[in-house]
């Protein structure tokens, strides 16, 4: 789990807190209840989302529970470096959305003696590494992955499995787009498509 970086006080250097998993995971309700907790503390705490981002609300950071926080939304990572002025503690949600650059504006924020705190999808509907989050992971002093519960298991879920028919990187949903899958059933459900299409190929000739 993690743990707060309070052993030396005379170090003035922040750090990197990404939270990660599939949809329906938890991310966003684990970095609110972080963020809100900093408040609490009263420190100055600055949310941010990317701007495609309006499933819920065109500004706040809103969870699957409805739980939320109010946010800036962002069009680029090189906002946030702007926008993070004079705080404590930066939050950053749906960061895979973000461009590269999310990277060097994260750790740039960490060497100002600022906490940040990323969420975001560790992988993209086809089991791949999502954007920069590999980058963010790798380069955070903690990482907490957290899991949903397979639809069609009960198992632990790490992949997010797409029902809609489209083959976009970016496609913003909820359930009726997305399920979360055990590695087993995210297998049996790609093979299936995949002998689904080479089926409608064969027929198409």
């Not at 970095?31 to 941010?48: D, G, H, Y």
Request: proline share 3%; aromatic share 8%; with cysteine.
């Amino acid at each position: 789990m993690f743990l707060e970086n309070t052993v030396n006080h005379n170090e003035q250097f922040g750090w990197i807190e990404v939270i990660c998993g599939s949809m329906f995971s938890g991310k966003t309700e684990e970095l609110i209840r972080r963020l809100k907790r900093a408040k609490f503390a009263k420190q100055k705490v600055e949310i941010f989302k990317p701007a495609i981002d309006t499933r819920y609300d065109d500004e706040k950071v809103v969870s699957h529970d409805a739980n939320e926080i109010r946010s800036t939304p962002v069009p680029s990572s090189a906002n946030i470096r702007i926008l993070a002025d004079d705080v404590d503690v930066v939050g950053i949600d749906e960061a895979q959305f973000f461009d590269d650059e999310i990277v060097a504006v994260c750790n740039d924020l960490a060497n100002r003696g600022i906490r940040v705190i990323v969420a975001g999808l560790d992988m993209d509907f086809k089991g791949n590494p999502f954007g920069p989050m590999p980058a963010l992971m790798a380069t955070a002093e903690y990482v907490t992955k957290v899991h949903a519960v397979c639809t069609r298991t009960g198992n632990l879920a790490h992949y997010s499995h797409r029902k809609a028919a489209s083959d976009d990187l970016v496609l913003l949903g909820e359930t009726q787009e997305y399920e979360p899958l055990s590695r087993a059933a995210f297998y049996k459900a790609i093979h299936k498509e995949t002998l689904e299409k080479k089926e409608q190929s064969d027929n198409g000739k």
